[in-house]
């Protein structure tokens, strides 16, 4: 099976500013393995250097149409992407806090770190540590692989 893991970083809405994506981390995965990661930054207050995410579309977006997307919690990444291109089929989507709770029911915690510690698959990314897009979406990544091993279809 091969799909791509996402995470967005966001700027959140503070001061009634419009949440946007600052950062776009990407792990794909092949047969069980992340063969290949990625990530963006883009031009916000926080990342006032980087491109307009509208200037990158050509070369972020071809990783992600036609996939199989993963997230943890999809509600953002879905909403950010169906809100950048409204027309485009996104998906289909995973969302691995919906499968560990339907597989783990009475687990303490769903928190992405939690549920990674707690498999043994926490990312070893060097200089990278969690609320970084890159490291989440790798951390997505081997948490979707964890489950599916488990037997959880996704």
């Not at 500013?17 to 990661?37: F, I, S, Y």
């Not at 990444?77 to 289909?92: D, V």
């Not at 549920?115 to 070893?124: E, Q, T």
Request: charged letters at 20%.
């Amino acid at each position: 099976m091969e799909f791509a893991a996402i995470d967005f970083e966001t700027t959140g809405y503070e001061n009634g500013e419009k949440n946007e994506p600052w950062q776009l981390g990407l792990a794909l995965v092949r047969d069980g393995a992340v063969v290949e990661t990625r990530e963006w930054f883009f031009g916000t207050a926080l990342t006032p250097d980087a491109q307009p995410i509208f200037d990158q579309w050509d070369d972020f977006a071809p990783h992600l149409i036609g996939r199989r997307l993963v997230a943890h919690n999809i509600a953002t990444e879905r909403t950010i992407l169906t809100r950048l291109a409204p027309l485009t089929k996104w998906g289909p989507w995973v969302d691995t806090l919906k499968l560990a709770r339907a597989r783990y029911p009475k687990l303490p915690s769903y928190a992405l770190g939690d549920l990674c510690a707690m498999f043994g698959c926490v990312p070893d990314i060097p200089g990278r540590t969690w609320h970084d897009a890159l490291f989440d979406a790798v951390a997505c990544a081997n948490l979707a692989t964890v489950l599916a091993m488990e037997g959880v279809h996704l």
